[in-house]
């Protein structure tokens, strides 16, 4: 199992920008990547980014050219930079451990950071 706790959360305004961190813990050695996702009040968690220790990234179009998923030579902390930020990117945004092999599997999740973007 791996552990993830999610940091850097806030309120900024419109146009702000804000850094996520995700650090790991535990059996790190058995993933393949990690993912981003948010929930908005109201809605179903969504896809936001992933990274593959391969160096692969994959962004939902919404946050395209805005938001950047990295991470270091050793995989962890990883990090969402979040720039130009809207208020309808308000959510609890969680990183989840990528444990498949072939494909995306996620099944170690944080507890969530808040995101509040006010216009």
């Known amino acids: 199992q791996v552990q993830l706790v999610e940091s850097g959360g806030g309120l900024v305004q419109a146009g702000g920008s804000l850094r996520l961190t995700c650090a790991a813990s535990?059996?790190?050695?058995?993933?393949?990547?990690m993912g981003w996702f948010r929930q908005a009040p109201g809605k179903e968690r969504e896809f936001v980014a992933a990274?593959?220790?391969?160096?692969?990234?994959t962004y939902a179009d919404f946050v395209k050219g805005r938001f950047t998923i990295s991470s270091n030579n050793f995989k962890n902390p990883v990090y969402l930079q979040m720039n130009s930020l809207k208020p309808e990117d308000t959510a609890v945004y969680y990183c989840?451990?990528?444990?498949?092999?072939?494909?995306?599997?996620?099944?170690?999740w944080g507890q969530g950071t808040q995101v509040t973007i006010s216009s």
């Open positions: 989840a451990a990528d444990s498949g092999p072939l494909r995306r599997q996620y099944d170690d």
């Open positions: 535990g059996r790190t050695a058995s993933t393949y990547g």
């Open positions: 990274i593959r220790w391969s160096g692969a990234t």
